[in-house]
């Protein structure tokens, strides 16, 4: 019987293996010749220049010897180029809603929906961070903490949840404080869906029509009947249908994001108190029971 080679079925000899070698380099170069690829950047902007690459991968700097540090620096700048992304689409959805444009706010929607699929990613890469590797980089972060985020403050105003106090944390940069005072100050995205069913002739109370944006948003059985009279007629309420089931996937993929972030703490550093001054942990469970579109829920039970 034919003895079989060791290691690799493919591997070979650099004259047989038909993958490696000379003669397959010169076949790569040949295909990037004949599809003419632009090579010469001297003069033209290339890949990195649009994107500012160098700046984007020099901008890590650990303060700590620890190898994992950087995982942590990555994870969460990552994670605000994402919410940038974010509050980009949200914000564009919005003034849509406000103008009647459903079609492209739709489609801005389903991508805040997408991207936070992408954050509650993220945290799979961050739990491989063990309990100890955690505790070597703690001592260098002093209080800085992720619930300092002006921009992930913005997506939780835009999406409804006001509270005045998180405007604090932003005090000591005019610039990041007015963006956070804006988003603050604004009709919220459920703010504007109301006021939509309400230019489409449905019956909206009028206290949620006309108040004070600043104020966290109060459930009302007024807008569960106005939702109600639009998911007992999806085919004459089509597109105010589709807001409240956009309007749902956005938040049942922000509960996700919210409990693996709970998880992910709870397992790297226990029941420690966070960074930033919170319980931690404690913190975060509080907030898993924040609804940001109370009646877009309540009404399945009605239904």
């Not at 020099?58 to 180029?81: G, K, N, R, W, Y």
């Not at 109301?194 to 019956?203: E, S, T």
């Not at 409990?259 to 975060?284: A, C, D, N």
């Amino acid at each position: 019987m034919r003895d079989t080679p060791s290691g690799c079925p493919l591997q070979g000899t650099p004259a047989t293996n038909a993958a490696t070698g000379p003669d397959a380099s010169h076949r790569t170069e040949s295909i990037v010749a004949e599809e003419k690829a632009q090579l010469d950047f001297s003069n033209d902007m290339s890949y990195g220049d649009y994107l500012h690459i160098d700046q984007i991968l020099s901008a890590q700097h650990p303060l700590s010897p620890a190898h994992d540090e950087m995982l942590f620096i990555v994870q969460h700048q990552t994670s605000e180029l994402w919410m940038k992304l974010m509050l980009h689409e949200l914000q564009a959805a919005i003034s849509h809603i406000a103008q009647d444009q459903m079609a492209p706010a739709f489609k801005m929607l389903a991508r805040v929906s997408k991207i936070m699929e992408q954050l509650v990613h993220a945290w799979d890469v961050l739990a491989t961070m063990t309990p100890p590797e955690y505790s070597a980089i703690r001592p260098y972060l002093g209080h800085s903490s992720g619930f300092q985020s002006y921009q992930y403050r913005c997506i939780e105003f835009s999406l409804g949840n006001k509270n005045a106090a998180m405007l604090k944390p932003h005090a000591h940069s005019a610039e990041r404080l007015a963006l956070v005072q804006a988003a603050y100050a604004a009709p919220s995205l459920y703010d504007e869906a109301l006021k939509l069913l309400a230019r489409r002739g449905i019956a909206v109370p009028h206290s949620h029509l006309q108040r004070d944006w600043t104020q966290p948003y109060a459930a009302s059985e007024g807008v569960e009947q106005a939702w109600l009279q639009v998911y007992r007629n999806p085919e004459q309420h089509w597109d105010l249908y589709q807001l409240g089931e956009e309007l749902t996937d956005l938040e049942d993929a922000f509960r996700l994001w919210r409990f693996r972030h709970v998880t992910t703490v709870e397992r790297v550093i226990g029941f420690k108190r966070g960074s930033g001054g919170t319980g931690g942990v404690s913190y975060l469970r509080r907030m898993l029971d924040v609804v940001l579109f109370p009646e877009i829920w309540t009404l399945r039970t009605a239904l």
